[in-house]
């Protein structure tokens, strides 16, 4: 379980900082164009109107608190997509559609995209070494 | 003249061949209504809330059409789902024979596609009540927003 999710953390990362590649096509006047766009270099495709609804109740759902958090959509997309589609664009898809359709919601994904804070050392266990006295 | 009074002829009598086919669309145990909905044990709410996660778009238009009708008609359809689910197969496979033979009630008239998301689809049907008891039965549901 720790596994999976340290896997979607990574492509949470990705989702994150990868989108430079779809900022470098230019930018259409129709946001469901552009997020078309962006979705092809990803390697995902399929019907414009239906990735453009997607994309948009990803947000909706985010809005609505009906997906806890950003695993819960990603997880929702991964089955709205492509049997064969894998976990990483599952959360590219996200990453383009926040960044497209709700940028409001765009800090949950960030958040989860930090780097685990690293832990305090722990207290050495058991009585104190005669140094220590 | 004769060859064209033939053909009118010949015309009607295949339209009478064809007539007994259409009458011959009696209801089935998978239709109108898909057999997984004359058979589920989940609420109209329970079907709802698992089609917004199984069939989102299907679900999105659904409601958008549902909020673009006056609120008779969308008490209407709550009060019919309400009733269909509350009965048991045998009534439900009654009522989906009546779909068939009958020209249909005041509210089909108003919204015909009132029962879209229950009714129309086998495979949103087969989706929905795989999921649905896994739901709870939140009649919030019908005020879910038609706009994303």
């Known amino acids: 379980m720790r596994g999976k999710r340290l896997i979607s ?22 946001p469901d164009t552009d997020f078309y766009n962006e979705l092809h270099t990803y390697g995902i495709y399929g019907q ?32 709205q997509l ?35 804070e690293a832990a305090p050392a722990a207290a050495p266990a058991g009585p104190a070494l005669p140094a220590e006295r | 003249m004769l060859g064209k009074a033939s053909l009118v002829a010949a ?8 007539i007994p086919a259409v009458a011959a669309a009696d209801a089935t145990d998978d239709y109108p209504i898909p057999n997984r909905i004359l058979r589920t044990t989940c609420t109209a709410e329970q079907i709802m809330a698992a089609a917004r996660d199984t069939d989102p ?9 549902y909020h673009n009708h006056n609120p008779d008609v969308q008490r209407a359809t709550r009060d019919k789902m309400h009733w269909f689910f509350s009965m048991d197969y045998a ?5 989906s024979e ?15 596609n009132h029962a879209k998301l229950f009714f129309n689809n086998k495979g949103v049907a ?17 005020d879910y927003p038609a706009h994303w």
């Not at chain 1, 109740?57 to 997906?67: E, F, G, S, V």
């Not at chain 2, 015309?11 to 064809?18: D, F, K, L, N, P």
């Not at chain 2, 020209?103 to 108003?110: K, Q, R």
């Open chain 1, 9 to 30: 953390t990574v492509a949470a990362v990705c989702a994150v900082t990868v989108p430079g590649l779809g900022l470098a096509a230019p930018a259409n006047a129709d």
């Open chain 1, 48 to 79: 414009k109107d239906y990735n453009a609804w997607i994309g948009k109740l990803a947000c909706k759902r985010l809005w609505m608190h009906t997906d806890a958090d950003v695993y819960k959509s990603s997880e929702w997309i991964l089955k």
């Open chain 1, 82 to 116: 492509d049997r064969e589609s894998t976990t990483a664009q599952a959360w590219q898809f996200l990453g383009a559609a926040m960044r497209t359709y709700c940028p409001d919601q765009l800090p949950l994904l960030q958040n989860v995209a930090q780097p685990p």
């Open chain 2, 11 to 18: 015309a009607i009598s295949v339209a009478a061949v064809s």
């Open chain 2, 57 to 65: 778009v299907y679900f999105e238009r659904y409601m958008i059409d």
């Open chain 2, 91 to 95: 009534g439900r496979r009654q009522y």
């Open chain 2, 98 to 112: 009546e779909l068939v033979t009958s020209l249909g009630d005041p509210l089909t008239g108003a919204w015909p």
């Open chain 2, 126 to 142: 087969a989706h929905t009540t795989d999921v649905c008891a896994d739901y709870p039965s939140d009649p919030a549901i019908w």
